[in-house]
């Protein structure tokens, strides 16, 4: 379909009626929403493993699209990641997602913002709430290492695993006590021989997909059209 026809019952760009919206997100950036207010009726949340397989994501995403009923506006608690939202398009929503190319940005509030900290401290490891609950599977995997090579060789091969890394960086948003998530971050950051740091986050962006404010830093397709990775390239260039 011609992305610049008119489509029936198109609304406004930028216009989003707030009290007729779905939201679909990683279980990371879930636990965010709701603390901006977003129902479980409204939120359909995906697990935050299936980052690991994009093909499956986009599998995910699709199926969940499709079972949105009505035509309310959809918003998508995602970035770009690893092109798993390249082509989701619906018949009948139009479908709403920040211009980011991961959920790094949703919590430091801005590309802009990330792209800041990229420069400023490449090999950093970012966590939030949501990510430290989420290393339940990093735990496991680590596990499974000690059982497979013992505890001094698993070590050596987790310190491996983030030999392009330098810093452990907590990112508190202010939507929660963060002690033990602190905790969490500090001992990981210890046990790999990395440098911790907490950093302030920013609901920022996330408040502006809720509220309708789709300025350029959000690409927004109307039903029947397909998002495309050119839809980013203005924040990823």
Not at 11 to 35: F, K, N, Q
Not at 121 to 142: C, H, N, R
Not at 204 to 233: H, K, N, Q, Y
Request: glycine share 8%.
């Amino acid at each position: 379909m011609d992305r610049e026809a008119e489509l029936p019952g198109q609304r406004e760009p930028g216009a989003m009626r707030t009290d007729d919206y779905h939201v679909i997100s990683c279980a990371t950036v879930a636990e965010e929403l709701r603390r901006l207010g977003v129902t479980e009726e409204r939120l359909t949340v995906l697990e935050f493993g299936l980052h690991a397989e994009p093909e499956k994501l986009k599998s995910e995403l699709k199926a969940a699209v499709e079972a949105v009923p009505g035509e309310c506006d959809i918003l998508l608690g995602y970035g770009l990641c690893s092109n798993a939202v390249v082509s989701l398009s619906s018949p009948t929503h139009r479908l709403v997602i920040p211009k980011v190319d991961d959920c790094i940005a949703l919590f430091l509030g801005s590309r802009a913002a990330h792209m800041e900290r990229l420069r400023a401290e490449p090999g950093t490891y970012y966590l939030t709430k949501g990510w430290v609950e989420a290393q339940e599977g990093t735990v496991a995997e680590y596990e499974r290492l000690v059982e497979r090579y013992g505890p001094e060789r698993a070590l050596k091969v987790a310190r491996v695993l983030f030999v392009n890394y330098t810093t452990v960086a907590l990112i508190d948003t202010g939507n929660y006590h963060m002690d033990e998530y602190r905790d969490f971050a500090r001992a990981m950051a210890g046990f790999l021989e990395l440098q911790f740091v907490e950093i302030p986050g920013s609901n920022r962006m996330l408040e502006m997909l809720l509220a309708g404010e789709w300025t350029d830093e959000f690409v927004v397709v109307e039903p029947g059209v397909e998002i495309r990775f050119e839809d980013f390239s203005t924040q990823l260039s």
